[in-house]
Nanobody, 126 residues
Framework: VQLQASGGGMVHPGGSLRLSCTAS?????????MGWFRQAPGKEREFVAT????????FYADSVKGRFTFSRDAAQNTGYLQMNSLKPEDTARYYC???????????????????WGQGTQVTVSS
């Protein structure tokens, strides 16, 4: 499985961006959990959101709940992270990730994801 993330950029506080993550090399990507993580300079990578396989629900970090929406287009093997009301503290490099299996309790653990994209930079600044 190869993951390609795109859609990053620079926006003012309060602005919006939509990140995309497209999977290739897999026939049934709907069978994978897809996640987004982010890493700011000098900080550890942190969980942002995950959308479960087979319509198993979507889960968010508290810091982005109500502002970010994660959706997926199974036909396009693509996941979308709509980010609204962006804040300077959202500035980070965003990575998409995927895993074929794993239990619900581990969705926030980056070590449980086997496949990673190259990341896309999001900068929120006035």
């Amino acid at each position: 499985v190869q993951l390609q993330a795109s859609g990053g950029g620079m926006v003012h506080p309060g602005g919006s961006l939509r990140l995309s993550c497209t999977a290739s090399g897999v026939r049934t990507f709907g069978s994978y959990d897809m996640g987004w993580f982010r890493q700011a300079p000098g900080k550890e990578r942190e969980f942002v959101a995950t959308i479960r396989r087979h319509g198993g629900g979507t889960f968010y970090a508290d810091s982005v709940k109500g502002r970010f929406t994660f959706s997926r287009d199974a036909a396009q093997n693509t996941g979308y992270l709509q980010m609204n009301s962006l804040k300077p503290e959202d500035t980070a490099r965003y990575y998409c990730a995927a895993r074929y299996d794993g239990i619900l309790s581990t969705i926030r653990a980056e070590r449980s994801y086997s496949f990673w994209g190259q990341g896309t930079q999001v900068t929120v600044s006035s």
